[in-house]
């Protein structure tokens, strides 16, 4: 058994250290060393090149959860992906990090009614994860406000471009603060990633880890 002690120097507290023991992680995989600490000083933007299997999902999710209030009235973080399973099983990971923070998340995405996801959003959520058609979706019945969000996150960003969401992605960038943190994991690094990059993200590093199964 590990004592998470590599976690803790990573600069992670004992409410998230308690809750990655019930996961049973006992070490932070090769992307979760690297970005981690990055977001947590939040002075700098990431792009990750990873691919499932990484720990992607705790490289991003530790730091939002760390770093967001639970007393805002507003969404925070906002996270796209290009598929259903992929929002579905990000909320879950998120979820299962979280520990005792109350903090809500509301998966949102295309093929399950639209009301359950309304009503969610209107209890109010911290997290909102979800695919671009639907998040678009639901901004444009007013039922979504982004523009707020201290964080926003694009996993499989080129899956999400390849997908035709290229211009989804960009309304829906457009509308957050200048001064969020943002990141993107891509497998790939197609010059529409930089793009992207470019027009959204502070300064930003790049961050390239070898193939690591956890
Ligand atoms: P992901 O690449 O984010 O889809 O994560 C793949 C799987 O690895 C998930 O089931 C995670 O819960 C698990 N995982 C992520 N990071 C670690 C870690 N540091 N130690 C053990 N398991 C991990």
């Known amino acids: 058994m590990g004592d998470l002690e590599s976690f803790r120097k990573l600069g992670i507290t004992e409410t998230t250290i308690a809750?990655?023991?019930?996961?049973?992680?006992?070490?932070?995989?090769p992307i979760q060393?690297?970005?981690i600490p990055l977001l947590l000083a939040g002075e700098k933007d990431v792009i990750g090149q990873a691919q499932t299997g990484t720990g992607k999902t705790a490289a991003f999710g530790i730091p939002v959860i760390e770093t967001l209030k639970t007393s805002k009235k507003h969404v925070q973080a906002l996270i796209m992906t290009p598929t259903r399973e992929l929002t579905i099983q990000i909320a879950e990971e998120l979820n299962s990090?979280?520990?005792?923070?109350?903090?809500?998340?509301?998966?949102?995405?295309?093929?399950?009614?639209i009301e359950i996801q309304l009503s969610k959003l209107r209890t109010g959520v911290d997290i909102v994860v979800g695919t671009?058609?639907?998040?678009?979706?639901l901004m444009e019945r007013k039922?979504?406000?982004?523009?707020?969000?201290?964080?926003?996150?694009?996993?499989?960003?080129?899956?999400?471009?390849?997908?035709?969401?290229?211009?989804?992605?960009?309304?829906i960038l457009s509308v957050t603060p200048e001064d969020k943190k943002m990141l993107m994991f891509s497998?790939?690094?197609?010059?529409?990633?930089?793009?992207?990059?470019?027009?959204?993200?502070?300064e930003y590093e790049i961050v390239n880890v070898k193939r690591d199964t956890t």
């Open 19 to 29: 809750a990655l023991q019930r996961k049973g992680f006992e070490e932070p995989s």
């Open 33 to 35: 060393a690297a970005v």
């Open 97 to 113: 990090l979280k520990g005792d923070r109350g903090l809500k998340i509301a998966p949102v995405y295309g093929g399950q009614s």
């Open 132 to 137: 671009p058609g639907r998040l678009m979706d």
């Open 143 to 171: 039922a979504l406000d982004i523009s707020k969000v201290s964080f926003a996150i694009l996993d499989e960003a080129d899956e999400m471009l390849s997908m035709g969401f290229a211009e989804d992605i960009e309304n």
């Open 187 to 202: 497998a790939t690094m197609p010059s529409a990633i930089l793009n992207i990059a470019s027009r959204f993200m502070r």
